[in-house]
C-alpha cells in the first residue's frame, strides 16, 4: 500500500523557530506501521523545507519538496503531485501550527482530487480487498471505527499513537527531492493580522436582562438552579432518587 | 512652533452676509465638520433598557450584545408572553447546531447569540438542524429549516445538504460550531462552496471576526465572511423573547455515494479514560473511608473515579484522581460527589459540570449548595444502596 503523508511548515507555537507539527509525526507512525518505511512518502510544499527535514529523523525515508514562493497557494502543486503519485492513502494533520491553522487544505485537497476524507484518525488497520479500518477519536475518549473504501484522505488526531523519536542515523538516511513548480499566487484576502491578545472566556451565564446579583449567581453556583434537597432519607429511597435523575440526565448506560 | 497663525478679520469677513445696512454674519458656513459621527445618548439609553418591571433598569454589561427584543405591538399587560416576529426578513444568517442526539449543546445555545449579533437590522436566524430537536423556538430561531436525517454515519451528505440550503436560501451567514463534528461539517461545507471558512473565531461582531493564526502567535481579523466557526463561550448565548420557528422548505437532497461502508461507535472504557474526559465522574471526599466500595460503584455506576484533594494526600487514592485547582478540570456532563465539602478549590474543578448530585452528612455544606440533587444521609449507607438497586435492575 502506498501511503504519502502531509507535511506543513510548523512553527514551534511559544519560540515561533521552525519545527515538525507533532500531529503530522504522529500521522507518519500510524503510516510506518500500517505500510512499512519503504512505502511512505513525505509530501511537503513551500518556500523552504526546514521544519518538514526533521520528518526524516522520525522514520521518514523520502520527502518530496515542491518548492514555491512565500506566499504561494499549495494546493495546485500538492494535488498534481498526488495525481501523478496516485497513492492509495494520504494522510494530514488535523490541523497545522504555524500557518493560516485552519484545518481546511485537507479537505480542499481532497475535494479537488474527488476522494473521501475522513477525519480525527487515531489509529488504522488493513482491511481486505481494498478497504480500510479506520478508528475515529471522538470528543470524551470515544472511538468510532469505519470501514472506508480507499483511496482516501484521513487527517490524524493527537490522540493517535506518539510519535517515533527522533534518530540522528534516520535524518541522514532520509532523501529528499525538490522539485520546481509552476507558481500560482494565492487569491488575495482581505484578513489583517496583529499579536496575538487572549480574549476574556465568557463565565455568567445569566440571560443579558438579569440583575447584577442573578448574574454573580449564575457565575458562581450551580447552572442547573432549583436543586432537589432530600434530608435523612432512607438509603434505597436515596438510591432510587439518585438513579432516577442520573437516569434523567441521560448519563447512566444500560448494561450489556 | 509653526502653528497656524489665525486672522481673526478675515474669519470674520468670510462669514460676513452680503446686502442689506447693518454687517450681518452667518455662522453656518464655518462650523467645524469632524468625521466622528454624533453621539445620540437618548437612544443608547433606549437601548439598554431591560424589558419588564415598572422601574426603568439599564444593562450596561452585554455591550454590543444580545439586547432583548422590545415588542412594541405587544400591551404593556402582556409584555411577559411576547415573542419576536419577523415577517419579511432582509437576510437570513443560518445556525447550524451540533445537538448530539437532538439535544443542544451549550456552545449551540451560544451560536444562537452570535446569529442575532449578525442577523441584528432585519435579519432573521434559520436553524438548519434534524427534526426532533428540544425547544428550537426558545433559544432563538426565527425559521427552522428541516434537514433529511441521516441515518448512518456519512457526513458528506450532511455537508451536501448544508451546501444545498445555504445555496437555495441565499444566506447571508452560517454559524458552526467548532467542535469535532461541527468543525468537519464546516470544512466539508466550504470545500463544497469552494469559499473560505473562518475557522475558529474567538470573537464576533457584526463589523469583525477574529481567530488566533501561526501557532497562537498572531491574531486575524476581518469584516464576517459567509462561512464562520465559532469556539465555546465567546459570544452569550440569546437572551431575548422566544422566537417563532416557522419552518421553512428546503430543497430535496440528491442522493451521494459515500466511500463509508459501515461505522461503529466504541464508548470509551471508564475505568482507562482520561478524568478530564470523562463524561460522568464519580468523586470520593474526606467522608468516605471504604474505598473499594467506593470503587466498587464507580463500576457499578460505568462512571470515572475521582476524588478530593484530602483522600490523595492521604494515598488512598491516586494523584491523577484529585479533582480540582491543583488537580484536574473536570468536562463532565455529571459529577457525584460523596462526602465532599465543596472547598473553593473543589469547587473550581467543576465549574464545568452541568449536573451535580451530592451525598453529605452537612446540611450546609458548599457542595450541597452547588447540587442539583442533595442528599443529607451517610455516603456509608447509600454506596451499598445503589450498588444493590444497580444490580437488581434488568
Ligand atoms: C493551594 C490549595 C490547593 C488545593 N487544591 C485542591 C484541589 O485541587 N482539589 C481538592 O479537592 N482540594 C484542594 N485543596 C484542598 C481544599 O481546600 C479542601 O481541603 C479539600 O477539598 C477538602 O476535601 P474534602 O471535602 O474531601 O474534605 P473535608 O473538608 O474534610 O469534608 C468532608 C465532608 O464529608 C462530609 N462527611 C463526613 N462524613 C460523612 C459520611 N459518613 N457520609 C457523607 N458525608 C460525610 C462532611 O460533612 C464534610 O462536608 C487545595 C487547598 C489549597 C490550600
Ligand atoms: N504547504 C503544505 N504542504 C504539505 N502539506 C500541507 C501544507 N499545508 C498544510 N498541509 C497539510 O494540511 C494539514 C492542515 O493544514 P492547515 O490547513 O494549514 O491547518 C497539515 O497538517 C498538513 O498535513
Known amino acids: 500500500m502506498k501511503i504519502v503523508v502531509l507535511f506543513s511548515a510548523g512553527r514551534h507555537p511559544a519560540s515561533g523557530a521552525p519545527c515538525p507539527v507533532p500531529v503530522e509525526l504522529q500521522a507518519l507512525r500510524l503510516a510506518r506501521d500500517l505500510a512499512g518505511a519503504d512505502e511512505v512518502i513525505g509530501l511537503h510544499a513551500g518556500p523552504v523545507d526546514g521544519a518538514p527535514l526533521d520528518a526524516l529523523g522520525h522514520g521518514l525515508g523520502r520527502l518530496i519538496h515542491l518548492r514555491m514562493a512565500q506566499g504561494d497557494d499549495p494546493l495546485p502543486a500538492l494535488a498534481q503531485v498526488l495525481e501523478e503519485l496516485a497513492p492509495d492513502l494520504i494522510l494530514a494533520g488535523r490541523i497545522g501550527q504555524g500557518g493560516e491553522d485552519g484545518g481546511l487544505l485537507p479537505y480542499a485537497l481532497a475535494r479537488r482530487l474527488g476522494r473521501p476524507i475522513l477525519a480525527d484518525a487515531a489509529s488504522l488497520g488493513a482491511g481486505d480487498d481494498g478497504t480500510l479500518t479506520v478508528e475515529q477519536a471522538l470528543p470524551r475518549g470515544a472511538r468510532r471505527r469505519v470501514v472506508l473504501r480507499l483511496p482516501a484522505l484521513l487527517t490524524v488526531h493527537p490522540a493517535a499513537a506518539p510519535a517515533l523519536p527522533f534518530t540522528f542515523a534516520a535524518a541522514r538516511r532520509g532523501t529528499v527531492e525538490r522539485r520546481d513548480i509552476a507558481p500560482a499566487p494565492a487569491a488575495a484576502s482581505e484578513m489583517e493580522e496583529r499579536a496575538y491578545r487572549p480574549r476574556p472566556k465568557l463565565i455568567a451565564r445569566a440571560a443579558p436582562g438579569a440583575s447584577a446579583a442573578e448574574r454573580l449567581k449564575a457565575a458562581t453556583q450551580a447552572a442547573s438552579s432549583g436543586g432537589r434537597l432530600l434530608v435523612d432519607p432512607a438509603p434505597e429511597e436515596a438510591a432510587r432518587e439518585i438513579l432516577a435523575h442520573l437516569r434523567g440526565i441521560g448519563v447512566l448506560r444500560r448494561r450489556g | ?394
Open chain 2, 1 to 394: 512652533m509653526s502653528r497656524l497663525r489665525r486672522d481673526p478679520r478675515a474669519e470674520r469677513e468670510a462669514m460676513r452676509i452680503a446686502g442689506g445696512a447693518r454687517p450681518r454674519f452667518s455662522r453656518e458656513a464655518s462650523l467645524p465638520v469632524s468625521a466622528r459621527p454624533r453621539r445620540d445618548p437618548r437612544a443608547e439609553i433606549e437601548a439598554l433598557l431591560v424589558p419588564g418591571g415598572t422601574r426603568p433598569r439599564l444593562d450596561r454589561l452585554s455591550r454590543g450584545g444580545v439586547r432583548p427584543v422590545r415588542d412594541e405591538a405587544t400591551s404593556p399587560s402582556e409584555s411577559t408572553v411576547q415573542t419576536r416576529i419577523v415577517t419579511e426578513p432582509a437576510f437570513l444568517v443560518a445556525v447550524v447546531p451540533d445537538a448530539p442526539g437532538g439535544r443542544l449543546t451549550p456552545l449551540d445555545r451560544q451560536l444562537f447569540g452570535a446569529a442575532h449579533l449578525l442577523a441584528a437590522g432585519g435579519g432573521a436566524v434559520l436553524a438548519l438542524a434534524e427534526p426532533g430537536h428540544d425547544d428550537l423556538a426558545g433559544v432563538g430561531a426565527d425559521r427552522v429549516g428541516p434537514l433529511a436525517a441521516v441515518a448512518d454515519y456519512d457526513p458528506e451528505a450532511r455537508a451536501a445538504a448544508v451546501a444545498q440550503a445555504l445555496e437555495s436560501l441565499n444566506i447571508r451567514h452560517a454559524l458552526f460550531a467548532e467542535t469535532a463534528e461541527g468543525g468537519d461539517l464546516a470544512r466539508r461545507v466550504a470545500a463544497r462552496l469552494g469559499e473560505p471558512l473562518f475557522a475558529g473565531a474567538e470573537s464576533l461582531t457584526p463589523k469583525l471576526v477574529t481567530r488566533p493564526a501561526r501557532g497562537r502567535r498572531v491574531e486575524q481579523r476581518r469584516a464576517p465572511p459567509r462561512l464562520v466557526s465559532l469556539v465555546a463561550d465567546s459570544v452569550a448565548p440569546y437572551g431575548g423573547a422566544s422566537c417563532e420557528a416557522r419552518a421553512v422548505e428546503l430543497p430535496a437532497p440528491v442522493p451521494t455515494t459515500g466511500a463509508i461502508l459501515s461505522a461503529e461507535i466504541i464508548l470509551a472504557d471508564p475505568a482507562t479514560v482520561p478524568l478530564g474526559e470523562a463524561e460522568f465522574v464519580v468523586s470520593a471526599g474526606n467522608g468516605v473511608s471504604d474505598i473499594p466500595s467506593f470503587l466498587d460503584l464507580a463500576r457499578a455506576l460505568r462512571a470515572t473515579p475521582g476524588a478530593s484533594r484530602m483522600l490523595c494526600d492521604a494515598g488512598l487514592m491516586p494523584r491523577a484522581a484529585q479533582v480540582g485547582a491543583s488537580g484536574t478540570v473536570l468536562g463532565a456532563t455529571c459529577y457525584l460527589a460523596l462526602g465532599i465539602a465543596g472547598a473553593p478549590q473543589h469547587l473550581q474543578g467543576i465549574t464545568g459540570c452541568e449536573h451535580v448530585v451530592a451525598v453529605n452528612t452537612d446540611l450546609h455544606a458548599a457542595m450541597v449548595e452547588r447540587a442539583g440533587l442533595a442528599i443529607i444521609a451517610d455516603a456509608h449507607a447509600v454506596m451499598p444502596a445503589l450498588i444493590a438497586a444497580l444490580e437488581d435492575e434488568p
